[in-house]
């Protein structure tokens, strides 16, 4: 997930002289960021984590360690079409629209961000949240398409909304969730999946290119209006272009430095499981910062890129063709393994070795993960530069794009049909003014809303888990039932 790079709350103070009007209006915004904050971190807090973390680990249990299928047989059926089954895009279209705004700018700067402050051990934390975060994206998945529906004009809904409102027992709670989910999800996604990426987009470009801000942001408004207003069919073709390409491409630009590091790889995977476990020093300046610093931010790092539990993917989800919900969940799964197992763990390496290979590099100053990544990626001469910023922008690009489709699912649950071509228009004009605002506050704002997202879908996970438990022993354990006839999508 491209959200959280563990940022400095930073709220303006603002002067202490001028008019009294002005001194009051300053001290109000004061106020108001600090109770935001305060709300956020609250939110944000231990126990939002280890409830996230503990329903990885009991859907690992409950589904019968699922991670090994989602290798084994997910990655198969991610490129394997099921067109008898109803849906309105592929298997593939679906995943890498759920990748796309799951692999963003958190990948490459939330990493370095955490080894920053909670040290090498972070990587280790970061990785296994993936591994057992790849259960809870199945389960949450397979309740997605389990309960989904389809509109009057062939178009597929689900997501966390429909299994609360439709798979719950008690249907006025599970209805009030859904309608909460629903909402939280469709504000969220002007802030999180939109602004803070186009501005990301516009600081990376500025900064390298000299292009102005205002300037980038009308050209991605543009380039957003001109995917979205397609509709999902028109999104998903983009990112099955886009998602692999930008993988790719980041994934080779890492396998270099690691080539050019390949002297300190073994001692790097030394020091991460050693310093994830205790504190203490470690070659080229590297500091243990103690297994709950460690736990804290390689934890959370790993829960916020690969969104499992946060019920964002599912809605992708969805919508792809499929003959019945363990072949999507399991396809849908796949998502966790390469964003957070993957991608995250090989910039993990990339940093750490890149710190042990140069001493000169001081840890106890660095809390930005922006400044390591770009340390590391300048060990590539002429092109790292390069690749690190057409990294930035297509993850961020792509996120732009994923969470649009997110927001306007959202919207329709609980606006209707009439609500997605103003919430298209919205959406369009925050990319366009995303890079002249001050996003502080909008952060803050958006990370509040990601987890208040959380909350109703992990109660319809962990309600629905001996739903989840039955299907999956259905079609895991019944060869003869993983080809039957396609279950058929109540109509709404």
Known sequence: MPMLFFRKKKHPAGRASGRPEEREGTLMMETIGNFITAVDDAVWGWWLIILLLGTHVFMTFKTGFIQWKSITKGIKLSVTKDPDAEGEVSNFGALTTALAATIGTGNIVGVGTAVALGGPGAV????LSGVFGIATKYAESLIAVKYRVKKKDGRMQGGAMYALSRGLKWKKFGAVLGMLFAVFAGVASFGIGCATQVN?????????VGIQGWVVGLAVAVLTGVVIFGGIKSIANVCEKLVPFMAVFYVVGC???????????????????????????????????????AMRYGTARGLFSNESGMGSAPIAAAAAQTRNPVRQALVSSTGTFWDTVVVCLMTGLVLVTTIMKNPAINMGEITDGGILTTLAFGQIPYFGPIVLTLGIICFAFSTVLGWAYYGERAVEYFAGKKGLIPYRALYVIVAAIAPVVALDMVWDIADILNALMAIPNLIAVLLLSNVISKETKKYINDLDAWDEEPVPVVED
Do not use: H, S
Request: proline share 4%.
């Open 124 to 127: 280790l934390w970061c990785w």
């Open 255 to 293: 396998l270099i430095i690691l080539g050019i590091n390949y002297d300190f790889i073994i001692p790097a995977i030394k020091t991460i499981i050693r310093l994830a476990f205790q504190p203490g020093a470690a070659a080229g300046g590297l500091v243990g910062t103690g297994i709950m610093t």
């Open 200 to 208: 990301a987009i516009a600081n990376i470009v500025e900064e390298n």
